[in-house]
Structure formats: structure tokens, C-alpha cells
């Protein structure tokens, strides 16, 4: 990528830089980023720019920036045809998500558990939206949630409160157990086909996931 910025690039960063000047909390800053996202996202121009944006496959993300005073980061993240996300949260960190190219499935989990035993977690499938272009997904704190592949190829760009893998909740057990990720989706699929949704157990002790419950009703 040329160290010379799009200026699409440097105006969102210099009105990010505003916000965050005039707000302490970093929900208000999100909030209000929100639509500078939905905005940049929008441009002709950077999503011409991103077709020639390396694929981020193995967990990695393209870094575009780090403030140097406030400390917020701009990533972008490019996924292959048909990808599988895993299901994940980012600690306590806020996140704005920003589909900029292709379509993905957004999807939110609700944890089923009490929280009580060490390095598990007992989730299952709570909506599923579609981004296309334009559309920007707030990740608050400890939000369950996982982004799936389109089609063709996809591209997002993601502003995040603080650099991506400090802290860590579900992140670290569930990346052990992305061999397992595709036969989730399978199951997922059918159970999305049977009008129920799932739940299952991610062990980041033993990684050995497994279904805890093959159906689960509606509440
Ligand atoms: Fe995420």
C-alpha cells in the first residue's frame, strides 16, 4: 500500500481525530464515528482503491492507521469467496465495522452460560444480517459475534478503540478451534433450514467442540 493516504482517508481520520478531541467516552466517539464510517464506506473511489488490497486470510488484518494521540485504529480486513468467520468478541474493546465491498453475514450470538467456569462458553446463533456496501455494524464490548463471506470477494473497514488483540475473552478459544468452524456452519445451516436456532460449547481447554444442544427454541 503507498504511504501517500487517499484523501477520502485523510479527511475521515482528521473528523475521527475531531471526535475524539471532544469526547472522553468511547462509546459517544463510536457513536458518533458511526456515520463518518457509513460515509467513507459509500466512496466510489476507495472501494476502486481496495481491489488491489492483499487477502487477509489466517487472522490477519490490513493496519491503515494508529492515531498517534488518541490511540484508535483503522484496519481493513479482505475475504475470499465463501469464507468462514469464527465466532469471536473483542474483549473490551469497541468496534465499528464497515462493509466496503461484496456482501458478508453479520451474525450475533448470545452467551447461554453463567460465565462461571474458566476458558468456556456456551453460545448460540441470535440474528443474522446481510452488509453490502454502506452498511456499518457497532461491535460493543464482549459482543459475540462472527462475519461470514459472501459470494465474490469482500472488503470491510473496521475503526477499533484500541489495537486489535489486547485483551482476550473468546478470541484465543475460539481460533484453537477453527478446524471445527466449517462443520459448525453445516450445522448451523441446518438448523437455520429446520427455523431453530443452536447452540454449542466452545472449549478452549480441550478443543474439543462439540453440539451441547442440537436444537433450541426460539425465545
Ligand atoms: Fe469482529
Known sequence: MSSARLPVLEKFIADLRTVWSAEADNQRRMERAKPLLEQLVKDAGL?????????????????????????????AVVRMPGRTG?????????????????????????????????????????SVSTGTQGKVD???????????GGPTRSVAIIVRSQRLGQGTVLQSATARLRSRTNWWRDEIARLRGAGVTCAYEID?????????RSEWPER
Open 204 to 212: 478452549a481447554n480441550s478443543a474439543a467442540a462439540r453440539t451441547t
Open 86 to 126: 469464527s465466532v469471536h468478541d473483542h474483549a473490551d474493546a469497541w468496534v465499528l465495522y464497515g462493509v466496503l465491498d461484496g456482501s458478508e453475514s453479520l451474525e450475533r450470538y448470545e452467551r447461554i452460560d453463567d460465565g462461571s467456569r474458566p476458558g468456556y462458553a456456551e453460545v448460540r446463533l441470535a
Open 47 to 75: 472501494k476502486a482503491h481496495s481491489a488491489s488490497w492483499p487477502s487477509t486470510e489466517g487472522y490477519k488484518n490490513l493496519l491503515l492507521y494508529v492515531d498517534p494521540d488518541h490511540h484508535f485504529v483503522i484496519n
Open 138 to 148: 457497532l461491535v460493543p464490548p464482549g459482543a459475540i459475534h462472527a462475519e461470514q
